[in-house]
């Protein structure tokens, strides 16, 4: 048999893939993780009881627009890693803007602070527990991304589970700023990134065993 005739037999029965469906699979594992995680910061930890005048000021915005946009770079490494010929990781070199930008913000916020204060404004009042608030709040967003995963066909598995945790870390953030208080952006370049970067490192361990295919 022919090497043309080989993988016309091979490919004759594979139904075909509508255009959009990788996105489509890997938005629908982040919302129905995500759906989980909004339940348990509601149930479990509470909306803040200012969300609406919160949602007035800066700070608010600052932090979704944080964890917004690494949660919106992490989704496409993601979809690049998905394929079997993805992409290394270098494509998200490019988050390092917002990170740049909320540090900006932050020596903005020391320079206009007494030093005294620089203490508690970095540690704010719940430094111990927020970063292990968001790696947990991101294991079910970070399930439904394995969901996503199996009909799809990472050969980078390692750093596709990387990708796929730190999606899960920054829309779980994401989801978080219902609940958490903290204003100050140095708080937030430390304590959430620590918490997205736990998630991604959990993903990077766990990518070659769970993503084999």
Known sequence: MKTDDLIRSLSRDVPRITRGALGRRIAL?????GIVTMLLVAGLLGIRPDLHAAMHGFSFWMKWAYTVSVGIG??????????PTGSSL??????VVPVLLLGGIGIGELADTPSSKWLAMWLGASWKVCPWLVLTLAMPIFIGLLWSFRRLAPSRLREAGAAAGLAAGAWAATI?????PEVSAIFVLTWYSLGIL????????????LLRW
Do not use: D, T
Request: proline share 3%; hydrophobic share 60%; charged share 10%.
């Open 90 to 95: 270098r494509s998200l070199w490019w988050l």
């Open 198 to 209: 736990l998630a991604a490192g959990a993903g990077a361990l766990l990518g070659p065993r």
């Open 176 to 180: 978080y700023c219902l609940h958490c």
């Open 29 to 33: 594992g982040i919302f129905g993780g």
């Open 74 to 83: 992490a989704v496409v490494a993601v979809m690049r890693l998905a394929r």
